[in-house]
T-cell receptor, first 113, second 112 residues
Framework: DSGVTQTPKHLITATGQRVTLRCSPR?????VYWYQQSLDQGLQFLIQ???????AKGNILERFSAQQFPDLHSELNLSSLELGDSALYFC????????????FGQGTRLTVV | DQQVKQNSPSLSVQEGRISILNCDYT??????FLWYKKYPAEGPTFLIS?????DKNEDGRFTVFLNKSAKHLSLHIVPSQPGDSAVYFC???????????FGTGTRLTIIP
């Protein structure tokens, strides 16, 4: 158990819908990262928050947004969903701003039908 | 553009032998490299890392080698054990505090 909690574990939704994925970081960790893993692909970095502020942005679509709340949990919002958004979404956390050696959650598997 | 490449999608190795997983990169600005291990239904777990000032880092049965001139790194597992069966991802960043770029992974199967 990495200490990073992601909910829900599985999500099935229709095209055009909006979903919210939730992540609770390890106790004391200030950084949260979101990654997307599509079929047969590596993990693609989406976005990083550090202590409530956006710190780094990767290949995140405009239809996607995220935020980190004062209690440090984070949410990833995906809207106007398309079939190609079906993927595993991982959250990771680390104590500081360095994403190396971050701890990953189990992921949320999103299926868009 | 895939900046980090793991060209072998899968690898099978006999228990007790050496497993060698390879990774190539194209971005010469990368100077920190990591290996993650992933079991089914779990998130990736950090395994070992190396910075560009070194060419080798060892941790128990795991050793990572870095060849900067060839832009190549490899992970050696000796001896291989059944519990090592997993997907291994290599990742790289331009600095420790910058975003990680992952490869597509190699599925390692250890044959008892």
């Amino acid at each position: 158990d990495s200490g990073v909690t992601q909910t829900p574990k599985h999500l099935i939704t229709a095209t055009g819908q909006r979903v919210t994925l939730r992540c609770s970081p390890r106790s004391g960790d200030l950084s949260v990262y979101w990654y997307q893993q599509s079929l047969d692909q590596g993990l693609q970095f989406l976005i990083q928050y550090y202590n409530g502020e956006e710190r780094a942005k990767g290949n995140i679509l405009e239809r996607f947004s995220a935020q980190q709340f004062p209690d440090l949990h984070s949410e990833l919002n995906l809207s106007s969903l398309e079939l190609g958004d079906s993927a595993l979404y991982f959250c990771a956390s680390s104590p500081g701003q360095a994403n190396t050696e971050a701890f990953f959650g189990q992921g949320t598997r999103l299926t868009v039908v | 553009d895939q900046q980090v490449k793991q060209n072998s999608p899968s690898l099978s190795v006999q228990e007790g032998r050496i497993s060698i997983l390879n990774c190539d990169y194209t971005n010469s600005m990368f100077d920190y490299f990591l290996w993650y291990k992933k079991y089914p239904a779990e998130g990736p777990t950090f395994l070992i890392s190396i910075s560009s000032i070194k060419d080798k880092n060892e941790d128990g049965r795991f050793t990572v080698f870095l060849n900067k001139s060839a832009k190549h790194l490899s992970l050696h597992i000796v001896p291989s054990q059944p519990g090592d069966s997993a997907v291994y991802f290599c990742a790289a960043s331009e600095e420790m505090e910058e975003k990680l770029t992952f490869g597509t992974g190699t599925r390692l199967t250890i044959i008892p």
